[in-house]
């Protein structure tokens, strides 16, 4: 006797789409922050809105990836560095 399973319905794929909507969205808010994080970790040195360069200078946050060399030894530009 072979059994068919019956194939949920409509309203349960839309829930679940909308669910993963909802969890990329939330991904994309906090994912970048995260990734700061890593690039950008305050030390005692700099205060929390700045940088801390390879060479223990402190620089501005608005300066990371600017596409100039502002920490003198290139730390704060990165080769994945995509904003110019």
Do not use: H, W
């Not at 072979?2 to 309203?11: F, R």
């Not at 200078?57 to 502002?70: A, M, Q």
């Amino acid at each position: 006797m072979t059994m068919m399973m019956a194939l949920p319905e409509k309203k349960t794929y839309f829930a679940c789409l909308v669910v993963f909507l909802r969890f990329v969205k939330i991904l994309s808010l906090v994912l970048p922050s995260v990734l700061l994080g890593f690039l950008v970790q305050p030390t005692d040195g700099c205060a929390l809105s700045e940088y801390y360069c390879d060479n223990t200078r402190c620089i501005s946050l608005d300066k990371f990836c600017n596409g100039v060399n502002d920490c003198g030894d290139g730390s704060d530009e990165p080769r994945f560095c995509s904003r110019k």
